[in-house]
């Protein structure tokens, strides 16, 4: 299984936007300050998965949604 997910900052708000095929580890290594992005953002929780059943996929949506850049985008996504 792999996972499309987002994080967001309690302290300012941002978004960051991954993929993974573990989530449990990666959100662990974000919320200790070990991702380059995030670290500079804490604390930070996860508001949003989606799991697929190939890395191909998970990567197809991360990148979909990067490509939007967009604030509105994303807080649609994850208020459904």
């Known amino acids: 299984m792999f996972y ?3 994080l967001r900052s309690l302290g300012d708000g941002k978004f960051y936007v991954g993929m993974t095929s ?4 990666r959100l662990k290594r974000h ?3 070990r991702s380059k992005y995030t670290s500079k953002h804490l604390p930070i ?3 949003y998965t989606e799991v697929f ?5 998970a990567l197809a949506r991360e990148r979909t949604i990067k490509q939007y850049k ?3 985008y994303i807080e649609k996504l994850i208020s459904k």
């Not at 573990?22 to 580890?25: F, I, S, T």
């Open 4 to 6: 499309m997910y987002i």
């Open 70 to 72: 967009s604030r509105d």
């Open 22 to 25: 573990n989530l449990e580890d």
């Open 31 to 33: 919320i200790e300050g």
């Open 45 to 47: 929780e996860l508001v």
């Open 53 to 57: 059943k190939t890395r191909k996929e």
